[in-house]
């Protein structure tokens, strides 16, 4: 069964949209007050991205992560689905992020990320609708952080 997933952003009539799926990790730090990201000259995203053909979710997110973050990581439950419609000025087109999203923690930090303008940083969980770029990333953090209390 699809899991259900929740709509953010505002699909304009008349505009065409490329859809990007995509998979991506709420890693919390041992005191459960701050997640993994990855800063970018762009913003502020959770570490995961679109997947490749024949790749597995649990497969693309321990790759992406390895990539971004520098980790390998064990890949926990499944968080929920969400979709965000929205305008990419890196890509320059109108695109629909949708989103798979799980927590997973740090087994081992073998290596720094592979891409040069990524950068492991933790977010505090107030700061997460400030910081974060894409609202249905906030969304699966705040919902993150609701499933483990206070």
């Not at 993994?36 to 321990?62: D, I, Q, R």
């Not at 081992?108 to 505090?124: G, L």
């Amino acid at each position: 069964m699809e899991p259900q997933k929740v709509t953010f952003g505002e699909k304009l009539e008349g505009i065409s949209y490329s859809r990007r799926e995509g998979v991506y990790a709420i890693i919390m730090n041992d005191k459960n007050d701050a997640f993994a990201a990855v800063k970018t000259s762009t913003g502020y995203f959770l570490p995961g991205g679109g997947m490749e053909a024949n790749e597995t979710h649990e497969g693309c997110l321990k790759r992406e992560v390895l990539e971004e973050l520098g980790c390998l990581i064990a890949v926990g439950p499944f968080i929920g689905r969400a979709e965000r419609y929205f305008y990419s000025t890196t890509l320059h087109e109108y695109m629909i992020s949708d989103g798979y999203f799980y927590t997973a923690q740090i087994v081992s930090h073998p290596q720094a990320p592979t891409e040069d303008d990524h950068e492991f940083v933790w977010i505090r969980r107030e700061e997460a609708e400030d910081l974060l770029f894409h609202e249905h990333q906030v969304w699966a953090v705040i919902k993150t952080f609701q499933g483990i209390g206070p």
